[in-house]
């Protein structure tokens, strides 16, 4: 049963369902059932070149989370979308301040998001894609097709 617990805790977060996520952390909860932790995110990095803005992100206990440091834009410059209220409120939450170095915005803690593309919109001011936009940083897959990977060796080792 331990067994099965674990497998569950491993792909339901890459499926996007949280039933079984507690609030310990991943390592905490693997001594504490003295079931092996999964394997831990990779860093993603999303770009806008343009502006010098580069933001990163990791996937922690199943929920994608904005690092403090990482860049982002002021303003909202996108068509009007519910992500421009969100973008708003980290504003004036002091989630995202002005930034150091040139950079216009960053954020000042960690924020964790409900999804990817809504971690790419607060960066970019704009309506994005997370699952294309998000790359692992130096090897350019998207978070989408890392996702997809997860999956694909779970199934190929017959472990569910």
């Keep these: 049963m331990e067994y099965f617990i674990a497998q569950a805790r491993i792909i339901l977060p890459v499926l996007g369902v949280n039933i079984l996520r507690s609030a310990a952390t991943a390592a905490g909860a693997a001594e504490a059932t003295s079931v092996p932790a999964p394997a831990s995110s990779p860093v993603f990095e999303l770009q806008l070149k343009k502006d010098g803005i580069v933001a990163i992100a990791k996937e922690i206990d199943g929920e994608f989370t904005v690092l403090e440091g990482s860049g982002a834009r002021g303003s909202w410059t996108g068509a ?3 992500y421009k209220v969100l973008h708003q409120k980290l504003l004036q939450d002091g989630v995202i301040v002005p930034g150091l170095d040139g950079v216009p915005m960053r954020f000042a803690r960690d924020q964790v998001f409900a999804s990817p593309s809504a971690a790419a919109a607060a960066v970019v ?8 936009d998000w790359k692992v940083q130096g090897s350019g897959i998207s978070f989408g097709n890392w996702q997809a990977q ?3 060796q779970v199934a190929r080792d017959g472990s569910l």
């Design 80 to 82: 009007e979308h519910a």
């Design 125 to 132: 001011g704009r309506t994005a894609n997370g699952r294309n």
């Design 150 to 152: 997860g999956i694909d």
